[in-house]
Nanobody, 110 residues
């Protein structure tokens, strides 16, 4: 499955963005899907996951601010990001079945 992220951009601290990840095939039978991010000079880190039952996991750093969701009918994974902070800056990647997208850049200005 190929994944293509979109929705990144430049936003002021406190603002919101919604990232999308379009899959090249049906995601109905894909159990775990995830968002990762990588800040400049840092390792890639897990941000959030969602499984086919809708169970979610969030890193402590984004809990209460980010929401992961999936739309199986549209073969799309989402990440709603609210109350953005400068430390949320980075390239965001979606992942499923060991496949990764090329990422979308999020820049939060303080």
């Amino acid at each position: 499955v190929q994944m293509v992220e979109s929705g990144g951009g430049l936003v002021q601290a406190g603002g919101s963005l919604r990232l999308s990840c379009a899959a090249s095939e049906s995601i109905v039978n894909i159990n775990n899907m995830a968002w990762y991010r990588q800040a400049p000079g840092m390792d890639r880190e897990l941000v959030a996951t969602i499984n086919s039952r809708g169970n979610t996991y969030y890193a402590d750093s984004v809990k209460g601010r980010f929401t992961i969701a999936r739309d199986n009918a549209k073969n799309t994974l989402y990440l709603q990001m609210n109350s953005l902070k400068s430390e949320d800056t980075g390239t965001y990647y979606c992942a499923a079945r060991g496949n990764w997208g090329k990422g979308t850049l999020v820049t939060v200005s303080s």
